[in-house]
């Protein structure tokens, strides 16, 4: 197919970042965090419509060859609105040689070359996402099991799981809300885990402290009596 051409990109390597350099003067950077790596934001999906702003012109690979044919015939090659737009070749069928699809962390039965679609898509637009400085997880996890035990120990069993329940989901919402608005991903799993076990943890010790304090009070109204 002619017209289709590969030209290096310039790029510069460090511990910190990637930098990219085009041919038209333009730079753009690739952040890296400690552990040299990059978590880039999936949001070009195999499905036209969803999400319905995205921006992505399937053409079929026929069309294209039948293109090139009538161009070396000298007549006028279709047009297919490839003209000064960023191309990425794929195979979508479910063939023994043309089957390309693979389960990502985001949907199973993804078409793998979309990988490079959303690649391209976050240089292009600047969605990196971006991860908590090392440390945080640790922190916001100590918090919440600290405001869980505190809160198991001075309310009752049920006003205690319905709060904490409640700060769960309020903290669910927060990471929710950051990710969408500043692509910031906020640590879930172990802070939502720790503290809904430390809640019940503090609920049984408080049942077990009451029970034994209620047996010690019952044994000593036998003694007086």
């Known amino acids: 197919v002619h017209g289709i051409h590969a030209l290096p990109l310039p790029r510069e390597i460090t511990p910190e970042r990637i930098v990219l350099r085009g041919t038209n003067g333009t730079t753009r950077e690739v952040a890296l965090d ?62 023994v040689n043309v089957y390309d699809r693979g389960n990502t962390s985001v949907r199973a039965g993804e078409m793998m070359f979309m990988a490079h679609v959303n690649v391209a898509n976050a240089l292009l637009a600047g969605r990196f996402v971006r991860t908590t400085p090392p440390g945080t997880e640790t922190a916001i996890t100590l918090g919440l099991v600290a405001l869980a ?22 903290y669910l919402g927060l990471s929710v809300l950051c990710y969408t608005t500043q692509r910031l991903l906020l640590p ?7 503290a809904l076990l430390t809640t019940h943890l503090v609920m049984t010790v408080c049942r077990m402290l009451e029970s034994a304090e209620r047996r010690r009070l019952e044994q000593l109204l036998k003694k007086v009596v």
Request: charged share 10%.
């Open 34 to 95: 400690s552990s040299g790596t990059v978590f880039f934001d999936w949001t070009v999906h195999t499905m036209p419509s969803f999400p319905p702003t995205q921006r992505i012109h399937w053409v079929r690979f026929e069309l294209i060859i039948n293109s090139a044919v009538r161009r070396s015939k000298g007549e006028p090659p279709a047009n297919l609105g490839l003209t000064n737009k960023l191309v990425v070749v794929g195979a979508s069928g479910t063939g």
């Open 149 to 170: 035990t505190f809160l198991g120990w001075r309310l009752r069993p049920m006003a205690a799981t319905l709060t904490g329940l409640g700060v769960a989901a309020t």
């Open 188 to 194: 879930l799993a172990l802070p939502l885990i720790g």
